[in-house]
């Protein structure tokens, strides 16, 4: 009788993997398309990047360590990631000032408001992107032209993006061969020579840390395959109706914030779906509303919007789709 077993709770297997571990795999993983973006866009890309991550490391010290009165835990890599994905969402002449603003926003109300990591029901970085956009739509609708731009920042040489070209075309009456001459071909979005925010660029090389967060399996599939695949097939359904009155999918997939928003935005722990099911649920209804917003909306890219409606979602989807407990009786 005197060795009791003692029985704790659940969970009672445990695996090698950690918060850091994961954040920094996702870190490494955004490396190939920081490079790209370095090389097209030079000082801008550097000093957008720089002043992102450090404001959003010192906001995430100052508000846990002195209003918080908890532990601060910037170590973790989470505000680092957000740092990274916020600079990703902007263009690479925007003020720092603005930048800063947009640091405070992501991790003061997108992130700590709600309580910190695991509580937040938005992407923070997609917060305050979203909030910039509204505030500064002058600021973040100015998109330096790569190479062109690599040795200014404020003073840059500015252009419409792709998508922001096909809207205004469509818009005053021209169609798609019109169009073509004015925008990137597919191997010039493919590789990232476009205009635009700084991670909606090079598809490559976030396909590469899209490879790697699979091969590590910080992430799914699920999520980044049906977002693109919806996305294609809606966009392409319309392209078969009228290829002169929309662009054709690949251009869609290779222009504006999809590549990063499926890869690496709408796949945050926190802010996605639990179960396998869920999350396809969730991506298509990321496409969708990413291809009405471009298609018929006032705005040329619904990206950001798109993941941050279908976040709002996220715990009706984790009520209805998730998996069976552990020996729950299926009734009858």
Known sequence: MNKLLAVSPSPHVHSGESTSRLMYNVVLALIPALAVTIFYFGIGALVVTAVSIVACLAFEFLIQKYLLKVKPTISDGSALITGLLLAFNLPSNLPWWIVVIGALVSIGIGKMSFGGLGNN????????????????????????????????????????????IVKEGLSKGEVMSQIADKIPSHMQLFMGAVGGS?????????????????ITKVITWHIPVSIIATIAAFTGILWLINSETNADPIFHLLTGGVMLGAIFMATD?????????G??????????????????????????????????????????????????????
């Open 279 to 332: 999350m396809w649920v969730f991506g298509i209804g990321i496409g969708v509303l990413t291809v009405i917003i471009r298609v018929w909306g006032a705005y040329p890219e619904g990206v950001s919007f798109a993941i941050l409606i279908m976040n709002a979602f996220v715990p009706l989807i984790n009520r209805y789709m998730k998996p069976k407990r552990f020996g729950e009786v299926r009734k009858v």
């Open 121 to 164: 029901p938005f992407n923070p970085a997609l917060v305050g992107r979203v909030f910039l956009l509204i505030s500064f739509p002058v600021q973040m609708t100015s998109w330096p032209l790569p190479i062109q731009s690599r040795m200014a920042y404020l003073d840059a040489v500015t252009g419409a993006t792709p998508l922001a």
């Open 269 to 277: 722990y926190v802010t996605s779906p639990m179960h396998p099911k």
């Open 198 to 214: 700084l991670g909606e660029i090079a598809a490559f090389a976030l396909l590469i840390g899209f490879v790697w967060m699979l």
